[in-house]
């Protein structure tokens, strides 16, 4: 079992294609922000954060888990709950996923050990060809894996694949920038029109796009490079197995800031709200964890031979598989 939890809906940033549509925050009003989503219910308190790891705590020994946002890393009651739960399961569980925004030698000093990497997006390293994120995103995500790596953190960069990435000097250059700074992972993303990105369908390539792509990257992987993590809805283009085998629907929940809990952590509508209430599972810490694991809807979803989210996007019937 796996969780991605997303501890709270602010970012320092407003992506475009962004699946869960959080709201922008600078230094100067992301407390009264984050307050007001609390106050308001959009955002858990910290005693509610607390309790919910502590209940998952009485679930398992050992779970991993993704913290993510927005960005977690913008409020300190956040990096509280992260060393809370490298406690509880052991730093080698815990990682985050960060925008970069706060990453300096401080915030660093507080991860390392007690979390087993950080997670970066990078689509490119030309600032120019940022349209889908802005011209400081990329820069920022550069300069913050420098850093980590530099601290002695481990390291894992996404990159979402789109038409405006895709092309060879883009890809040669990422995959470059990461063996010279000795980057572990680097794992390779679909774009999907979901969350905000339903608005921006025409960033979307076609699977023979994808697949030359993703036959260039790994053309470049070197044997001291970062070791390549492709989407599991890659896995039927490459030859490995089919789509609906490699969905992990019901094995990694996610958690959103509000505390509902959804069974895909790509079933966003562009609100940034579940896709469609057969993803929901339930809402903590309202209702127990181990109600949610043993819910009739969890096995009702995994029982569906297809992958979920293919469904919602293509408006097939997958109960006809």
Not at 85 to 109: H, K, Q, R, W
Request: aromatic content about 8%; overall charge positive; some cysteine.
């Amino acid at each position: 079992m796996e969780i991605c939890w997303n501890l709270t809906h602010c970012c320092p940033f407003s992506c475009k294609i962004c699946m869960v549509n959080p709201i922008n925050v600078s230094d100067d009003n992301k407390l009264a922000v984050q307050s007001k989503l609390q106050k308001s219910g959009m955002c858990l308190t910290f005693d509610d954060k607390t309790r919910i790891l502590k209940d998952i705590a009485s679930n398992f020994d050992k779970i991993k888990i993704d913290f993510a946002g927005g960005d977690p890393l913008l409020f300190k009651e956040n990096l509280e709950i992260i060393e809370m739960a490298s406690n509880y399961f052991g730093p080698e569980n815990i990682e985050v996923s960060t925008t970069g925004y706060c990453i300096e030698e401080g915030m660093l000093d507080s991860l390392v050990g007690r979390i087993s990497k950080l997670d970066f997006t990078l689509d490119t390293v030309f600032p120019k060809m940022e349209s889908a994120r802005g011209d400081r995103y990329s820069q920022i995500n550069i300069n913050a894996i420098k850093l980590s790596i530099k601290k002695g953190m481990p390291v894992t960069v996404s990159t979402v694949l789109k038409k405006d990435n895709m092309n060879k000097e883009n890809l040669k250059e990422i995959s470059e920038f990461l063996i010279a700074n000795k980057v572990s992972n680097w794992f390779l993303l679909r774009f999907r029109p979901l969350g905000r990105g339903v608005n921006h369908k025409s960033l979307e390539p076609s699977e023979e796009e994808y697949k030359k792509a993703l036959d260039y990257c790994f053309s470049l992987k070197q044997k001291d490079g970062p070791k390549i993590g492709i989407h599991h809805t890659f896995y039927e283009l490459m030859g490995i197995m089919s789509r609906n085998e490699s969905c992990k629907v019901g094995s990694k929940l996610t958690i959103l800031s509000d505390g509902t809990v959804i069974s895909c952590c790509w079933a966003f509508n562009d609100r940034g709200r579940p896709l469609n209430d057969m993803f929901v599972l339930g809402k903590l810490p309202e209702t127990k964890f181990r109600e949610i694991l043993n819910s009739k809807k969890l096995e009702e979803i995994k029982k569906i031979p297809a992958c979920r989210v293919d469904y919602f996007v293509n408006k097939r019937d997958v109960m006809s598989h």
